[in-house]
């Protein structure tokens, strides 16, 4: 009665689904990875004699798929437990923006292998692993696993570079 008499809604405190923010960030995700996924049904096929790997088409439509997959997962696990709201972005935010630049310079200038080694090395040190060793590792085993991945699976050359020059040549 109390609820009523000072014009609130009782359970004020739970909004719908709908209204909270996980919801639509979710939401605007998955609702332009849809309409990506459905436009890459119309790409062009390459005939088999020119293909080289997998299809064009095929990478993007399994990557789209993983990122609606991947963002109801962390949706779902945000019903359990709530973002927290956040004044100011952390520190490890801007750094690995800044990483990131970092990475655009080093594929420009020297090796896009190398600029891998250099992000995955960096990004895990800024986010909480100071061991030498799996620093080291992760540096190393990473770019690898991209290289095996585009080079074997995809069938896709890196671009020119100090690393990647030693390898074609």
Do not use: C
């Not at 909270?20 to 790409?43: D, G, P, Y």
């Not at 952390?90 to 655009?104: A, E, G, H, Q």
């Amino acid at each position: 009665m109390k609820n009523v008499q000072n014009n609130q809604r009782a359970n004020s405190g739970s909004l719908p689904f709908f209204f909270k923010s996980s919801f639509k960030v979710s939401f605007v995700i998955i609702f332009i990875s849809s309409i990506l996924l459905f436009a890459t049904f119309f790409f062009d096929t390459v005939p088999p004699i020119l293909n080289r790997g997998i299809q064009p088409a095929t990478f993007p439509k399994g990557l789209l798929i993983l990122i609606i997959f991947l963002t109801l997962v962390i949706y779902l696990l945000s019903l359990k437990n709530p973002w927290k709201k956040e004044k100011k972005l952390p520190n490890t935010f801007f750094k690995t923006l800044y990483s990131f630049i970092l990475f655009v310079i080093i594929a420009k200038t020297l090796d896009f292998f190398l600029a891998i080694s250099v992000l995955s090395l960096l990004v895990s040190h800024f986010w909480g692993e100071k061991r030498i060793f799996y620093l080291l590792l992760v540096s190393v085993i990473f770019p690898v696993i991209v290289f095996i991945f585009f080079e074997t699976i995809l069938g896709l050359r890196f671009p020119p570079g100090v690393i990647t020059n030693i390898y074609y040549n």
